[in-house]
Each structure stands twice: as C-alpha cells, then as structure tokens.
C-alpha cells in the first residue's frame, strides 16, 4: 500500500510547484514536484527524488501522471 503526504513546498514558488508529495510504502519514499518552466521555453515537468536509495539521481516526467505510474511501480515491486 501507497501513503501519499502533500505538503507545502518551501522553495521559490517561481521555480516550484506549491506541493511537495512524498509517497511512501514499506519499500521507501519518493518525492514528487512541480518544476516550472521559469523561461516559459517548453513545459513544467514533473520531478520524482529518492534520494538515491530506490533509484539513482532523480527522474522527471511531462505529466503527474506519468511520474506517479513510475512511483507505483518502483513502490510496488
């Protein structure tokens, strides 16, 4: 089972999303972000983080959705 956390992001809110999801199972965490497009060049991206202890560095995604199916996965192996 998944627990999701929604917290406020403490970083710049031009750069961050307002929310910071962690998403933890017996497996470990995951965080999940909003970066935005600051220099509106592309696209916001979606960031996931586990600090290296599900998988290396981090890993971004086009849509929350995309970046939660990989969070499922990783959290449900």
């Known amino acids: 089972m ?3 956390e929604k ?3 403490g970083g710049l809110r031009e750069t961050f999303g307002k929310f910071q999801y962690i998403y933890s199972s ?3 965490r995951i965080s999940l972000i909003l970066l935005k497009d600051y220099f509106k060049k592309g696209n916001d991206i979606w960031e ?3 600090g290296g202890d599900l998988f290396e560095d981090t890993e971004r995604f086009a849509t929350k959705k995309k ?3 990989r969070i499922s996965e990783v959290l449900n192996q």
């Open 7 to 9: 917290k406020i992001h």
């Open 26 to 28: 017996e497996k470990g």
């Open 2 to 4: 998944i627990n999701i």
């Open 67 to 69: 970046a939660e199916k």
């Open 48 to 50: 996931i983080f586990s």
